[in-house]
């Protein structure tokens, strides 16, 4: 199987950062692509970002565009997502997850499309 392990959550004051990261171990390829989620209290699980482990193409959902940069580290299996200016509302568990993308896709922004789960990490942005 496939395991992922995120890090790096915490409490944050607003207009701060964050640095999560996603480590891989068994059956993981750079051909993966990589996302991250994030489901608040009470909300839908909301997609935050996808990367392509063998094109280096990202996508980032409206909300955190120009704040959030996912970015990879194949020799490592780990990718990232820092977060830069916070604001209460990202306040969520956070998701990072693994999947084959649709051709011609290289990114993918469905949880369904994803196979493999990491277990979370918190992250608290206060006010």
């Known amino acids: 199987q496939v395991q992922l392990v995120e890090s790096g959550g915490g409490l944050v004051q607003a207009g701060g950062s964050l640095r999560l990261s996603c480590a891989a171990s068994g059956r993981t390829f750079s051909s993966y692509t990589m996302g991250w989620f994030r489901q608040a209290p009470g909300k839908e699980r909301e997609f935050v970002a996808s990367?392509?482990?063998?094109?280096?193409?990202?996508y980032y959902a409206d909300s955190v565009k120009g704040r959030f940069t996912s970015s990879r580290d194949n020799a490592k299996n780990t990718v990232y997502l820092q977060m830069n200016n916070l604001k209460p509302d990202d306040t969520a568990v956070y998701y990072c997850?693994?999947?084959?993308?649709?051709?011609?896709?290289?990114?993918?922004?469905?949880?369904?499309?994803?196979?493999?789960w990491g277990q979370g990490t918190q992250v608290t942005v206060s006010s």
């Open positions: 990367i392509s482990w063998n094109g280096g193409v990202t």
């Open positions: 997850a693994a999947g084959f993308p649709a051709p011609p896709m290289a990114v993918i922004t469905n949880l369904r499309d994803y196979d493999y």
